[in-house]
């Protein structure tokens, strides 16, 4: 079972959601936030699996509050606006996902399972928009020696990441098998001091480009 999170400020858009992830199979909404604070508490009692976070809200804003959560719980933030600080801070934040609000239900909750599953999911609409403003900034300085820690087959995987293969992906393609995947992303996301494998395929862009 998926327990999951809702953090909005507007009680008409908590209820729709609750209704969505509430009739989904394997889906439990374990708390209800109307503001990035309560968000935090609740994340902090009730350890949710994934906490759905808008990024206007009062008290402590979206971005904020999952800077507080990433580590606890896997954020998938959904919201409104379709704006780059509110994307960058957020992935920047350790945000697993970033959806906007104009997503049919389906896609949501696949979306959930997705990064409950430890996978990335990043709206189409902002994607290519995302990559392309990461790719074309200059390689971090600090980067390098950290890459340094990596061992071979996990700089594959870490690459791999840049690319936005899902874990079935790269196992298919370093032929081996899912979970061992899932433990090279862990210990990638481990050496290099990351929040989410979003970061990690950030990182990736930013220091390996496209040779």
Do not use: W
């Not at 959904?78 to 957020?90: K, S």
């Not at 934040?93 to 906007?100: V, Y």
């Not at 290519?128 to 890459?147: E, M, Q, T, V, Y």
């Not at 061992?180 to 979003?198: D, F, Q």
Request: hydrophobic share 50%.
């Amino acid at each position: 079972m998926i327990r999951v999170l809702v953090a909005d400020d507007q009680a008409a858009v908590r209820a729709g959601l609750v209704l969505i992830l509430g009739a989904a199979p394997g889906i439990e909404v374990a708390g209800e936030a109307a503001d990035g604070e309560r968000a935090v508490e609740l994340a902090r009692e009730l350890r949710p699996d994934v906490v759905l976070m808008d990024i206007r809200m009062p008290r402590l804003d979206g971005v904020s509050a999952t800077r507080e959560i990433a580590g606890i719980a896997d954020v998938l933030v959904l919201t409104t606006f379709d704006v780059d600080e509110y994307v960058f801070g957020a992935l920047r934040a350790g945000a697993a996902g970033f959806l906007l609000k104009d997503v049919d239900a389906d896609r949501l909750v696949d979306a959930v399972r997705t990064v409950a599953a430890g996978e990335g999911v990043i709206a189409p609409r902002v994607t290519r928009r995302l990559i392309g403003a990461f790719a074309s900034r200059p390689a971090p300085a600090a980067a390098a020696p950290r890459l340094d820690e990596l061992t071979p087959r996990e700089r594959e995987v870490f690459a791999c990441l840049g690319e936005g293969l899902t874990n079935g992906q790269i196992a298919a393609r370093l032929d081996m098998a899912e979970t061992t995947t899932k433990t090279h992303v862990s210990r990638i996301l481990a050496k290099l001091e990351l929040r989410s494998r979003v970061q990690a395929a950030i990182l990736a862009q930013e220091t390996l480009g496209s040779g």
